[in-house]
């Protein structure tokens, strides 16, 4: 059978569990929703997470996917055995262990900085790769940012967080704070070449330049976004500042990184009017080169391209590429793993 192989997809930014959620409708906005998610996180026992980790993993390799950054937050030994359940599935894993301070539930939170901090070395030694993952400024005190900060500096780490995902967020930090959430991550030292700064769906043209300045990337998960109703990344504006931007699958609605490139590049068409924002070339590295320096990896298996799929059909050999951007599924990507 003719196949074409790729770059493994990177999905940097995910929320395994999430993956139950799907196809549910409760909620009437995102802060609804979330309800609904913090009901769920608090019902999963260990086997829970590593038995659905286990096949939520899968279904990302089988669709493309090669390598997953999993921003974790259920607990220490749900993260090893999120660990346990990626090397199950065959995909590349950076456990981005969340840091959350106040708010959430209470199997989300670490009493400390140093407690986490003690968390994550534990599961450094034990061979699991790591980033350091602050959840958000909601989660995270100013003071915690900063320590954090300095921390993934000093020990070379990927950072990532959420920031400016909605409106009521950036309302809260400017009246904790009198900042922005990306305006204090780089008050306290956390924007830098390996942060990566989560949905900045909200971001204003100050917090993008702070980004552009840094070296920072964005992650965006289109598919969620638009489920959530969090609105759109300004992604015109982001690539103008030649901002790095990578995806994610986030809350997991649908698993599919061709999806959430062709809609990368369709929501730059409508804010803009214009076709072919972004050039294919970039398109495919933000979904893999950009994706593998967000979660601080150099290798990672390809993806395989069914020639013979029939979404594929009369698409001649100069085309593929274009065809599978804009045109095509996962389902045109092979599992290498799983035949």
């Avoid at 809260?172 to 008050?187: F, M, S, V």
């Avoid at 552009?212 to 609105?231: F, H, M, Q």
């Amino acid at each position: 059978m003719p196949t074409l192989a790729i770059p493994g997809f990177v999905d940097a930014h995910c929320h395994a569990f999430q993956r139950a959620l799907r196809g549910r409708d409760q909620g009437g906005d995102f802060w609804a929703w979330r309800e609904e998610m913090l009901a769920l996180a608090a019902s999963l026992t260990v086997e829970d997470v590593r038995r659905e980790y286990a096949e939520v993993y899968r279904e990302l390799r089988a669709n493309g996917y090669t390598a997953v950054g999993e921003f974790h937050y259920l607990g220490f030994e749900e993260a090893r055995v999120a660990a346990e359940a990626a090397a199950e599935a065959g995909i590349e894993l950076t456990l981005l262990y969340a840091c959350y301070l106040r708010g959430g539930i209470p199997r989300f939170r670490q009493e400390s900085v140093g407690e986490y901090l003690r968390e994550l070395e534990a599961l450094r030694n034990e061979g699991i790769r790591v980033g350091l993952a602050p959840h958000s400024v909601r989660a995270c005190p100013g003071d915690a940012l900063l320590e954090l900060g300095r921390y993934a500096l000093a020990h070379d780490l990927p950072l990532h967080v959420h920031a400016d995902e909605q409106p009521r967020e950036i309302d809260e930090c400017l009246a904790e704070h009198g900042l922005r959430p990306i305006e204090l991550l780089a008050q306290q030292g956390c924007l830098g070449p390996r942060t990566t700064v989560i949905h900045a769906t909200h971001a204003d043209g100050h917090e993008l330049d702070l980004l552009r300045d840094a070296g920072s990337r964005i992650c965006v998960c289109p598919t969620t976004e638009a489920n959530l109703g969090d609105g759109f990344l300004p992604v015109a504006r982001v690539c103008h500042r030649e901002i790095g931007i990578c995806i994610g699958s986030d809350s997991n609605v649908r698993i599919d990184p061709l999806e959430e490139l062709r809609e990368l590049e369709g929501i730059a068409r409508r804010q803009t009017g214009k076709r072919g924002v972004i050039s294919l070339d970039a398109l495919l590295e933000f979904g893999s080169d950009e994706g593998a320096a967000a979660i601080g990896i150099e290798t990672w298996p390809d993806a395989i391209v069914d020639l013979e799929h029939p979404q594929l059909r009369g698409v001649g050999e100069s085309a593929v590429y274009d065809a599978l951007v804009f045109s095509c599924t996962g389902d045109v990507l092979r599992n290498t793993l799983v035949q």
